[in-house]
Nanobody
Framework: QVQLVESGGGLVQAGGSRRLSCAASGGTFSNYAMGWFRQEPGKEREFVAAINWSGGYTQYADSVKGRFTISRDNAKNTVYLQLNNLTPEDTAVYYC???????????????WGQGTQVTVSS
């Protein structure tokens, strides 16, 4: 059973940065795609970014492209999401996801983490 555990959330001021981490266990991490979603209160969960098994292919939502960067370290079974130039509209619970398939500006994962809250103050 694959388990995904996020960390790095917290309170940050607008214009600031934050790095989220997601540690994977229970599977062969280097074999599968990974990604991030987010969910604001009262809204549906939305795709943020995804990365293929090698790190050589990535996809981003238009709303974060140029500000967020997804990366992975297969030796550490960890995927990262670097959040830069944050705005209050980026406030959400950020979920790590794994497995499944990457599509054009979207991702259909098999596994989910529990989420980590990112709050951006103005």
């Amino acid at each position: 059973q694959v388990q995904l555990v996020e960390s790095g959330g917290g309170l940050v001021q607008a214009g600031g940065s934050r790095r989220l981490s997601c540690a994977a266990s229970g599977g062969t991490f280097s074999n599968y795609a990974m990604g991030w979603f987010r969910q604001e209160p009262g809204k549906e969960r939305e795709f943020v970014a995804a990365i293929n098994w090698s790190g050589g292919y990535t996809q981003y939502a238009d709303s974060v492209k140029g500000r967020f960067t997804i990366s992975r370290d297969n030796a550490k079974n960890t995927v990262y999401l670097q959040l830069n130039n944050l705005t209050p509209e980026d406030t959400a619970v950020y979920y790590c996801a794994g497995g499944g398939t990457i599509e054009y500006r979207d991702y259909d994962p098999d596994y989910w983490g529990q989420g980590t809250q990112v709050t951006v103050s103005s």
